[in-house]
T-cell receptor, first 110, second 117 residues
């Protein structure tokens, strides 16, 4: 079946550093791709999404581009803040479900 | 207003007991889900319901029985709880586009942390 492989963490950064979390996928069709974020003690929130090849999703300074040729959807942010400390999940949509990557824990230090 | 709500937020119980988790969404969505998040944060689909009908049962033991009394509710009942059932359970909902189901953004509840002693 379809699957997502995500860069494993944990990742520790200083404030204002550049963040990249790699995500690649395998799919037989043309799924939509998502990044969800889970802040400590909370549920999952949608961070951004892309529904077709070459789409760029963006939100809160985060960006990811749906690359069909490399089957990737890497998450980037140019300058992280302490408040960005969370677990980030890459996910793809299949029929009536989302398949998630393993999650990447990001800690940003002041 | 809470979009997807779950009760209880925490549930601590003994092995062998039966317990239920409730989920409600006020988004008008027609599809609801249960996911399990283990201690390593890995998330896996358990069930999907569309218009109150079971669509996906992802090899979940039959001790787990979801029930959807209407499109806004999807409850999860667990019989004979085992230590391995300890996890965080997330409910989610989405609207399924008529033409395709591949663009569904899912909205998640806050989770229920189940601890089996």
């Amino acid at each position: 079946g379809d699957s997502v492989t995500q860069m494993e963490g944990p990742v520790t950064l200083s404030e204002e550093a550049f963040l990249t979390i790699n995500c690649t996928y395998t799919a037989t069709g043309y799924p939509s791709l998502f990044w969800y974020v889970q802040y400590p003690g909370e549920g999952l929130q949608l961070l951004l999404k892309a529904t077709k090849a070459d789409d760029k999703g963006s939100n809160k300074g985060f960006e990811a581009t749906y690359r069909k040729e490399t089957t990737s959807f890497h998450l980037e942010k140019g300058s992280v803040q302490v408040s960005d400390s969370a677990v980030y999940f890459c996910a793809l949509s299949e029929l009536y479900k989302l398949s998630f990557g393993a999650g990447t824990t990001v800690t940003v230090r002041a | 207003d809470t979009a997807v709500s779950q009760t209880p937020k925490y549930l601590v119980t003994q092995m062998g007991n039966d317990k239920s988790i409730k989920c409600e969404q006020n988004l008008g969505h027609d599809t609801m889900y249960w996911y399990k998040q283990d201690s390593k944060k890995f998330l896996k689909i358990m069930f999907s319901y569309n218009n109150k009908e079971l669509i996906i049962n992802e090899t979940v033991p039959n001790r787990f029985s979801p029930k959807s009394p209407d499109k806004a509710h999807l409850n999860l009942h667990i019989n004979s709880l085992e230590l391995g059932d300890s996890a965080v359970y997330f409910c989610a909902s989405s609207h399924q586009h008529e033409a395709s189901s591949f663009h569904n953004e899912q909205f998640f509840g806050p989770g229920t942390r189940l601890t089996v002693l």
